[in-house]
Nanobody
Framework: VQLQASGGGLVQPGGSLRLSCDASGLTFSEYAMGWFRQSPGKDRIIIATIGRTGRPTHYPDGSVKGRFTISRDNAKNTAYLQMDNLKPEDAAVYFC???????????????????WGQGTLVTVSS
């Protein structure tokens, strides 16, 4: 199983990025997907999660609500994280992860995610 996160980079405050997570070696539609981030000196936290069919979605971190959107395309085995109106505090390494789950179930617990991508760095600076 491989999860390949991409799309990170340097962006100015107020800018946008779209992260992608390409999955292989698993039946993608049988997994809920999550995006996590880890800033220097801080613990990894979950940002967003999405159910197997695209619903439900959940954003446990209130700081990203209304700015970040998680989505997925099961035909392409890819999950996305659209990030708009980026702020300096959004700078982090972003990870995608896959959790075997029943339909319409999402999870915010790290331990429920069996597979992890390698991370992609997002820098927000002027």
């Amino acid at each position: 199983v491989q999860l390949q996160a991409s799309g990170g980079g340097l962006v100015q405050p107020g800018g946008s990025l779209r992260l992608s997570c390409d999955a292989s070696g698993l039946t993608f539609s049988e997994y809920a997907m999550g995006w996590f981030r880890q800033s220097p000196g801080k613990d990894r936290i979950i940002i967003a999660t999405i159910g197997r069919t695209g619903r439900p979605t959940h954003y446990p971190d209130g700081s990203v609500k209304g700015r970040f959107t998680i989505s997925r395309d099961n035909a392409k085995n890819t999950a996305y994280l659209q990030m708009d109106n980026l702020k300096p505090e959004d700078a982090a390494v972003y990870f995608c992860a896959a959790a075997a789950a029943a339909e319409s179930v999402v999870t915010i617990r790290d331990i429920d995610y069996q597979y992890w991508g390698q991370g992609t760095l997002v820098t927000v600076s002027s």
